[in-house]
Each structure stands twice: as C-alpha cells, then as structure tokens.
C-alpha cells in the first residue's frame, strides 16, 4: 500500500471501486465492479493484480459483476 501513499495523484487511477477493511482482523478487501457489458481497463487488472500478489491472508481482491435479475440488482463476487 507504500505505493498508493506515496503518489496517490499519479497512482489512483484504476483503483478499485470498493474496499472494505477490519482494523480489528487486519483484513482488507477490494472489489472492482462491473457492469453488463463492462471490461476491465489494464490499469484496473494491474491493480487487481496488485493486490493477488499481496499477502493472501490479509488481502483480498474481487470482481464483483452487476447483473439485473427480475427487479433486482444482483452482484456475483469473483476472485481475480
């Protein structure tokens, strides 16, 4: 995360669009989410990969595609 505090300006861009962390686990999740018909951009799968390479235990990273379904929003989580 050194990389992102560094420069955030240069380094934000691609960035995932959720994250979620525990303070108390020191546990931190990513999601970038992706709508029908929506790619990853290479700066969004760099970031996703990224945060693979991290520790396995403390971080994890998802995409998280929208689907509609009936007349509600549903959202499949994968790990990237």
């Known amino acids: 995360m ?11 861009s691609g960035f995932p669009d959720l994250v979620l962390w525990s303070a108390g686990k020191q546990v931190v999740m ?9 790619t990853l951009s290479t700066k969004q799968r760099l970031w996703l990969d990224f945060f693979m390479k991290e520790d396995g235990e403390r971080v994890k990273a998802y995409l998280c595609k929208v689907t509609a379904f009936h007349d509600c929003l549903c959202c499949e989580m994968f790990l990237s």
Request: aromatic residues 0%.
């Open 2 to 12: 050194q990389i992102l505090v560094k420069e955030p300006r240069h380094r934000r």
């Open 30 to 38: 990513v999601a970038e989410v992706k709508g029908p018909g929506d």
